[in-house]
């Protein structure tokens, strides 16, 4: 159970990190 919630936890973490990533990313690409 413990183990579950820690896959999720680093899943969503991961996850929010890619998006912020993207957004980012394409916010700089479209100012440049």
Known sequence: ML?????????????TGTISTVYIFKKVWLES
């Open 3 to 15: 183990g579950l919630m820690a896959a999720l936890a680093i899943g969503a973490t991961f996850i």
